[in-house]
């Protein structure tokens, strides 16, 4: 079966979020750097072998990732909490064509099928063409009828290739609020939606078993047929 990569680039310095505290705009990233390098582990193998063990730092919420219901909820479950069989879904993708920077995005420019039970929908944007660019953070999101919709139609996962689900000018973060409420599970950040079918494929997402962790970076794929 093809295999089909929807994540990006897990990198030093790699674009992530900003949180605005006191005044003050913080950038999350990651930094990945050796830990242990080749020429310092030599010596210890006589100089017949040697290995790197690389150390990285990074905020959960960075790249392509996921977003447990802990995340929005504090007593509800973790990463690690999550079963295999909410991570690997059959997949729907829906195009949204020509959609603006900031446009709220009803159900009148998404044709969701009256029938999502047990699918990952995902949604394309076409915003993953922005990706490290400052027009990536000004994106089009989705509003409450097609949140509402996901939950009601039976949907169990909801993929972006933005960086948000919801706008960040709604501070109750409405899709976050209701769809891991209902234990319907979110990724963003995608890539790569336009290389998928509409229907027919599985989708992966898979995260590292991260006891505590609200959210975390995956490798994103989908298997078509």
């Not at 006191?22 to 072998?49: C, L, M, N, W």
């Not at 690389?54 to 690690?80: C, M, N």
């Not at 990536?136 to 996962?157: H, M, N, Q, S, T």
């Amino acid at each position: 079966m093809p295999l089909v990569d929807l994540s990006h680039d897990f990198a030093d310095g790699m674009p992530g979020f900003s949180l605005r505290r006191d005044g003050e705009v913080k950038q999350f990233t990651a930094a990945i750097r050796p830990f242990v390098t080749h020429e310092a582990s030599a010596p210890f193998y006589d100089g017949k072998a040697s290995f790197e063990i690389t150390e990285v730092f990074f905020q959960t919420s960075i790249g392509t990732y996921l977003d447990a219901p802990r995340h929005r909820w504090k007593e509800r479950r973790d990463i690690a909490a999550l079963s295999l069989d909410e991570l690997v879904l059959p997949g729907l993708c829906v195009s949204v064509a020509a959609a603006r920077p900031g446009e709220r995005i009803g159900l009148s420019r998404i044709d969701l099928p009256a029938d999502l039970s047990g699918l990952a929908v995902l949604i394309r944007f076409g915003w993953d063409a922005h990706w490290g660019k400052p027009a990536y953070d000004d994106y089009p999101f989705i509003d409450a009828d097609v949140i509402e919709a996901l939950r009601a139609r039976g949907a169990r996962l909801l993929g972006v290739d933005t960086t948000n689900v919801d706008t960040r000018h709604d501070p109750a973060r409405p899709a976050h609020s209701i769809l891991l409420g209902q234990d319907i599970l979110i990724v963003e950040n995608l890539r790569h939606l336009d290389r998928l079918p509409a229907s027919g494929f599985r989708f992966f997402a898979i995260p590292i078993k991260a006891v505590g962790a609200a959210a975390m970076t995956i490798r994103a794929f989908a298997e078509t047929a």
